[in-house]
């Protein structure tokens, strides 16, 4: 059973950054992609970043094109969301997914599902 563990999340002005990890813990195979969502009060969770965790494409949400960076550092197993220019829109909980999935961009795409970070972006 593969468990994600996600970490980094908190409090920041507007124009900040903040770096959000994602841990797995169990069986991840090659073939899978690794997708960041978030979720904002009365609103659906909805697509961030993906990229497959053999490495390759990265895909994002247009509303964070040039922001927000994915990436995976292998020698640490961790997924990483780097988020430059916070806006308070941005304000959410973030969860880390995992699935070996065609459909990056869709949440029930994936199998598995981290607890969430909150990230808080003041004006």
């Known amino acids: 059973q593969l468990q994600l563990v996600e970490s980094g999340g908190g409090l920041v002005q507007a124009g900040g950054s903040l770096r959000l990890s994602c841990a797995p813990s169990g069986a991840i195979f090659a073939n899978y992609h690794m997708g960041w969502f978030r979720q904002a009060p009365g609103r659906e969770r909805e697509f961030v970043a993906a990229?497959?965790?053999?490495?390759?494409?990265?895909y994002y949400a247009d509303s964070v094109k040039g922001r927000f960076t994915i990436y995976i550092d292998n020698a640490r197993n961790t997924i990483y969301l780097q988020m430059n220019s916070l806006k308070p829109e941005d304000t959410a909980v973030y969860y880390c997914?995992?699935?070996?999935?065609?459909?990056?961009?869709?949440?029930?795409?994936?199998?598995?599902w981290g607890q969430g970070t909150q990230v808080t972006v003041s004006s």
């Open positions: 990229t497959r965790w053999s490495g390759g494409s990265t």
């Open positions: 997914a995992a699935g070996a999935i065609a459909k990056v961009t869709t949440p029930t795409s994936y199998n598995y």
